[in-house]
């Protein structure tokens, strides 16, 4: 499963820090995508899904997809994205791709775990 050359374990790692899980859902074989599930103890019953590409030109792409609070009743857990609205809010990502983890980890901080208002 490719990750579009984002270094996941380095994010995980990262994430791990701030008490937000990782997990790689989705990959593709043209390794210019990939998609991670984050959960947190911070926002507890609530997802998102953190959608990266890299077409190997700049920029680079990063956006947030964020759970309903409002969760409608699933039919089947294992529906991916369907509960989910985009958010307006990503980051095209210039320069070195080894610094892209701690951009994602700043983007998950000012989106996920955004203190609620």
Not at 67 to 74: A, D, F, M, N, S
Request: positive net charge; charged residues 30%.
């Amino acid at each position: 499963m490719g990750t579009a050359g984002l270094d996941v374990e380095r994010v995980t790692h990262l994430l791990q820090r701030i008490k937000v899980d990782c997990t790689l859902v989705q990959g593709d074989d043209c390794e210019d995508r990939c998609l991670l599930r984050l959960t947190s103890v911070e926002r507890p019953g609530q997802a998102a899904l953190l959608e990266y590409l890299n077409q190997r030109s700049q920029p680079r792409i990063a956006t947030i997809k964020l759970e309903l609070p409002e969760k409608p009743r699933r039919t089947n857990l294992d529906e991916v994205g369907h509960f989910f609205w985009v958010s307006e809010e990503g980051i095209r990502l210039r320069g070195s791709r080894k610094d892209d983890p701690e951009k994602l980890v700043a983007l998950v901080k000012g989106i996920f775990l955004k203190p609620k208002t």
